[in-house]
């Protein structure tokens, strides 16, 4: 598995110098085109290089935020002025929330960009982990972190659609359960979309 994600990003650390992003960081494999009035946001997609084989770290958010209360997220967040790409900005979160030190991370690539329904772009940057490193969670932001073995992510026989009626809207989305973790929507479909391209 190693292997074949080093592959896919060509086995190249991506430069993260400041102003690299360009305008809105809008990407070359983007979608579609940049919708105004969205918030540019970064995420880290980190693959944790263990003996055994590759693990995908994500964690669980508090039931006290505002937004994506409890939900299985990446570490990540939205751009700050002075940050200049989205892998600084994803770097800086990842820092910030779950306090991984960035010289542990090596950054690989970019998945697609991402627009979601609660008004971000989002960029996520995939990062091979080399252990050891320490973890210190933002009590405020981070309920649990916990790692999921790569082979088990990636494989369509455990990704699910599911539709869920919300507000009186419906709303499809991917869902790959793990155990007792219910991973979905963008956490999924980031997952998904990684998926894809290691099978291509």
Do not use: C
Not at 134 to 148: K, S
Not at 151 to 175: L, M, S
């Amino acid at each position: 598995m190693r292997e074949r994600v080093l592959s896919l990003f060509g086995g190249i650390e991506t430069p993260i110098e400041r102003g690299a992003g360009g305008p809105a960081w809008v990407a070359a494999n983007d979608e579609s085109p940049a919708q105004a009035g969205l918030t540019d946001a970064a995420v880290l997609v980190p693959l944790v290089d263990r003996p055994v084989g590759m693990t995908v770290l994500l964690t669980q958010r508090t039931e006290i935020l505002k937004s994506h209360a409890g939900q299985i997220a990446f570490p990540g967040g939205r751009m700050q002025a002075d940050d200049g790409t989205p892998e600084l900005t994803a770097l800086r979160e990842t820092e910030e929330e779950i306090g991984l030190a960035r010289r542990h991370v090596r950054l690989l690539g970019r998945l697609e960009t991402r627009e979601t329904g609660s008004g971000y772009r989002v960029v996520p940057i995939v990062g091979l982990i080399a252990p050891p490193f320490a973890l210190t969670p933002d009590p405020g932001e981070v309920a649990d972190i916990f790692e999921v073995p790569l082979p088990f992510v990636v494989d369509p026989a455990n990704h699910r659609f599911e539709t869920r009626v919300q507000r009186g809207i419906e709303r499809q989305f991917y869902a790959i359960p793990y155990g007792e973790r219910y991973i979905w929507g963008l956490t999924a479909r980031l997952l998904v979309n990684l998926s894809e391209m290691l099978r291509r």
